[in-house]
């Protein structure tokens, strides 16, 4: 089944990015803004895509850059600093004429989230969900299947079993064999030139936690108890710099709650969503 393809063109990131962004659902609902993590591209979301949640809000999601189907830099610069994911995420506000959505991250998409309230604030948003991500990088939340960066020199084959390491570690309530090998394939589109220059891309914990003290939108910070990829550990710091932050903890579940228990992952966010509105 195809899902859809990009309405409406494709989005320019200011430094010339072509970002892929895809939009479903209810033009007129609640706006949500899905965010996908690392080697990942927006059909990790598809059991949210082809949910109830299409038929009540505006769903959008977009490859970020480097991954799917968007453009991918040579310049190692083009995935670090300060500014160039959250400019990216901005860059899709805009073109899409998004007013107040509620942002999902998962995983590095909470990474990119949060660079966007650095930079840009929560002025434009109605919330956000961290979804499974490690916003304030201390290293002990680090988990053991947390995707390593590539070696220089690293062969094919190396590099396929690594992509095999990583997407299997991301589950403790495995997908189809159909749906694995998609992930698979989506994981192999990003380049390891591409992987090494994100894994030198790091934000320092002071500052971070600063921006995150000023947030006052709704925050819903959703995890796995049994996450290997980002440890639990992870959420206390995060709700610390967040006092008013709610939790959300899956049990029998590993590193993608929203397809590892979709039907509860997208109750609590359709619940969530029509708070954030309510509020």
């Known amino acids: 089944m195809t899902l859809a393809k990009p309405i409406g063109g494709d989005v320019r990131a200011p430094d010339g990015t072509r970002l892929a962004v895809y939009e479903w659902g209810n033009p007129a609902g609640p706006e949500v803004v899905l965010i996908h993590g690392f080697a990942q591209c927006h059909l990790c979301f598809v059991p949210q895509i082809r949910s109830a949640l299409a ?41 899409k004429r998004l007013k107040r959505p509620v942002l999902v991250g998962w995983s590095m998409g909470g990474r990119v989230i949060r660079q966007y309230l650095m930079v840009h604030g929560d002025s434009r948003l109605a919330g956000i969900n961290f979804v499974a991500s490690q916003v304030i990088e201390d290293p002990s939340c680090r988990g053991p299947a947390a995707p390593k960066r590539p070696p220089d020199g690293q062969t094919f084959e190396e590099e396929i079993e690594a992509a095999i390491a990583f997407a299997d570690g991301c589950y403790v309530r495995k997908p189809t064999e159909a749906e694995f090998r998609r992930v698979l394939v ?91 509105r309510a509020g």
């Not at 505006?58 to 850059?65: G, N, P, S, T």
Request: proline share 7%.
């Open 55 to 95: 038929e009540r809000f505006r769903l959008v999601a977009f490859d970020q850059r480097g991954h799917g189907a968007s453009g991918q830099p040579t310049d190692p610069a083009a995935y670090q600093g300060n500014r160039v994911w959250a400019d990216d995420i901005a860059a899709v506000l805009e073109t």
């Open 186 to 276: 989506y994981n192999m589109r990003v380049p390891a030139a591409v992987r090494r220059a994100i894994a030198g891309w790091s934000t320092e914990i002071a500052p971070t936690v600063a921006a995150l003290n000023k947030v006052r939108v709704p925050v819903l910070i959703t995890h796995g108890r049994d996450d290997a990829v980002v440890l639990p550990a992870a959420v206390a710091m995060t709700a610390a710099a967040m006092p008013h932050a709610r939790q959300s903890w899956f049990d029998d579940c590993g590193h993608s709650p929203f397809a590892e228990h979709p039907a509860r992952f997208n109750e609590e966010l359709a619940a969530f969503v029509q708070s954030c």
